[in-house]
């Protein structure tokens, strides 16, 4: 029997940054279930949340822009959170062709709740405000690469 060759370490399962970057968000994914269930929300429904909270009210194409998803994936989300009684879906007044998502009264006072939802969260990340923002600054930074790459894999 021989002897299997050396492992090459840039094919190590464990030294591949995609796979601790792909672990690092189902355990962050794991750690908001919890805490959001405790307001009736999902991961993915609270980041749509956390939009119409910011904005107030958004088309369907607007929401997926800023949520970098698509309207396949955005549609049941929204069809929940409207039976919830957080949202609203409408026909724009202006264009038909386009539906606006808005918060009813129950969604905007969904957010007093949520409140409590980034310190919770935020204590796993970092142990000072400091180091918070050295740490997104960093993420910003790699996501900013990476969808530059991606953009000029796509034009050439």
Sequence with gaps: M??????DPTLLLDNQL??????L?????????????????TYPQYLVMLALWESRRLTVSQLGDRLSLDSGTLSPLLKRLETAAFIQRKRST??????EI????RGR??????????????????SSADEYWALRHQLSSLLERVETANAADQAG
Excluded: H, N, W
């Design 2 to 7: 021989t002897k299997p060759a050396a492992p």
């Design 109 to 126: 006072a969904l957010r007093r709740q949520a409140l409590a939802v980034p310190p919770a969260i935020g204590e796993c990340f970092a």
């Design 18 to 23: 995609c796979f601790m970057i792909y672990r």
């Design 102 to 105: 808005s918060l009813t009264a």
């Design 25 to 41: 968000q189902r355990s962050i994914t794991d750690r908001y279930r919890p805490i959001l269930a405790e307001i009736g929300l």
């Design 94 to 99: 202006v264009d038909e062709r386009l539906v």
